[in-house]
């Protein structure tokens, strides 16, 4: 809304404070003056005049001192319309960036649901003093506030919905910024729909979330977005030739897919290419994982509920450019008729393929998708794929690692992850590697031994892409967080939904 943050209603205000903000204030006719230090400004000022220097005297007092994570609960015993007023502590405000509002917001959503509060109001974080974007600073706000939010409840038949936020109002006093907000707002709703969605698909347990159910959810999810959905199954999949994926399902009851969403947001020009897979659950196959957190690998579809998730916010974003998502979908488990080590496969693209270990199956099935992917005619082309336990041991959970055949386009995904506030680091792709991977009796084998997993796993992959400048992402520590932070609640995380949505409009911006 436009107007004034004393008269918006609602049962709770955010605010907030830069750290050393308001420091050695002197209070003089009911107003907050500087001495020495900043006084308050904007809205915070405004705040603190109607609640009678409440928060002024907190500052003074060294109990509000707006450092990074500081949350102040002030009740406004009637003197503003609503219940009640949160400060957030910005930190430094030469530190604060798009990403801390993400988180921001997140914290102070959450912590006003706790508390019972349904109708929010909420000024932009970092839009006044801060210095940022307006519009994109608003953008980060939504974004923050919804992925912060989120919840998985499924399961959870006594949970307590009485506690939900039910409108977020942002308040702007100028009218014209006001304008440019609504647009932001619409980008940050997307965007983080889309991760939540992909969080959605992710948590979801592998009995109800088979292949099959993967393509149907894909199917419905495309729908909304007006983007068309094509699935391919065995038949299909056998005249295509697609041993590796094949092969990989051979193992299961449930029949594999191949889910192909297709977005033409434009003829011609840039036709963005994104595989992701959709192990939608990993037990090892015969090469069988150790029991403990096997149940992670209900997980190992990340790659393909952020490529899902991705096409359809490309789309309902209406973005003038063509985009193809391939994911491959099938379980990896042992059984008498599953793939066995040393096994040969012929992939879709005709490599023969020699199977060292069926835990390696990621590769395998990724193989075909990329080479149906390069046949459709992508210029560029992505995946992201929770690929190897090598990547985690390199790079632990906060970055994703990132592989290519062209730098140019490397450093465009790069982009699109600083815009999406999610974090990647380049690996190495060096030629020498390929060793690895060459195998006695077939053109490769799908594992290179322990040393430079992450690496070879790459190497693989890069066998079927060719030319086409590519990119892989391998999320496996990136796509599930073992415990809440930020706009980041506990489990899956929907990682590479919003940098795959930001890879299109970088894409966009760069022409
Ligand atoms: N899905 C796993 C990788 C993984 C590990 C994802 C941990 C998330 C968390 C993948 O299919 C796998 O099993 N990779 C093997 C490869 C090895 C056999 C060459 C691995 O990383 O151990
Ligand atoms: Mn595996
Ligand atoms: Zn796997």
Known sequence: MTGDVTTCPGDALVVNLFEGVGAGIKKQAGRARSRGGMPLRGATAAVDAA?????????????ATGKWGEQTLIHSLGRLPVERVLVMGLGKAEEFTLDRVRAVAAEAARALRRVGARRVATIVHGAGAGGLHPAQATQALVE?????????????????????????TIVERDRQRAKAMTEAVRRGRILAEAA?????????????????????????????ARVRCEVLGPAALRRLGAGGLLGVARGSQEPPRLIILSYRGRRGGPHLGLVGKGITFDSGGISIKPAEHME???????????VIAAICAIARLGLPLRVTAVVPATENLPSGSALKPGDILHAMSGTTIEVINTDAEGRLVLADALTYARRLGVSHLVDAATLTGACVVALGTLNSGAFTNDQAWLETVLAAGRAAGEKIWPMPMDPEYDELIKSDIAEIKNTGGRKGGAVTAAKFLQRFVGAIPWVHLDIAGTSEADKEKGYQPKGATGVMARTFTALAMEMLAKK
Do not use: Q, S
Not at 55 to 61: E, H, K, N, T
Not at 145 to 163: E, I, Q, S, V
């Open 196 to 224: 939540n969605a992909a969080r959605d698909l992710v948590n979801e347990p592998g009995n109800t979330l088979t292949p099959t159910e993967l393509a149907r959810r894909a199917r419905l999810l495309a729908r909304e």
């Open 144 to 168: 923050g506030t919804l992925l912060g939010l989120y919840r998985f409840t499924r399961y959870k038949p006594n949970h307590d919905d009485a506690k939900a936020i039910e409108r977020l």
């Open 296 to 306: 992670a690998m209900k997980g190992d579809m990340a790659g393909a509920a952020a």
């Open 51 to 63: 609640l009678g220097g409440a928060i002024g005297r907190l500052v003074r007092a060294g109990e």
